[in-house]
């Protein structure tokens, strides 16, 4: 059984800066295509970032130039590097991985890609 484990979700006001952490019970460089997606209240999950078999990684438009993806094989951990935070940031932020085998290249952006999930972790941007 994968498990994932988010933390460093927080209060920040605007402007300001937060990197989450995603701690897999399995290799990393095993599990990936991995994703972070957010769900706002009221709303659907949506993608946030992710990151290919291969390294590379791919963003939601209204994060790029602002949210990083990054990997630590040594450690089995993926960050999500967040700066210049705005209220509509705001969401619970989760961590995913997929089942099977993707090209090289691939970092699927829908939610019924991703086999396993974290708990989840709260961000909250004030005004």
């Known amino acids: 059984q994968v498990q994932l484990v988010e933390s460093g979700g927080g209060l920040v006001q605007a402007g300001g800066s937060l990197r989450l952490s995603c701690a897999a019970s399995?290799?990393?460089?095993?599990?990936?295509?991995m994703g972070w997606f957010r769900q706002a209240p009221g709303k659907e999950r949506e993608f946030v970032a992710g990151?290919?078999?291969?390294?590379?990684?791919n963003y939601a438009e209204s994060v790029k130039g602002r949210f990083t993806i990054s990997e630590d094989n040594t450690k089995d951990t993926v960050y999500l590097q967040m700066n210049s935070l705005k209220p509509e940031d705001t969401a619970v932020y989760y961590c995913?991985?997929?089942?099977?085998?993707?090209?090289?290249?691939?970092?699927?952006?829908?939610?019924?890609?991703?086999?396993?999930w974290g708990q989840g972790t709260q961000v909250t941007v004030s005004s």
């Open positions: 990151i290919s078999w291969s390294g590379t990684t």
């Open positions: 399995r290799r990393t460089f095993t599990m990936k295509p």
């Open positions: 995913a991985a997929v089942l099977g085998s993707y090209s090289p290249l691939a970092i699927p952006e829908s939610t019924a890609e991703y086999a396993y």
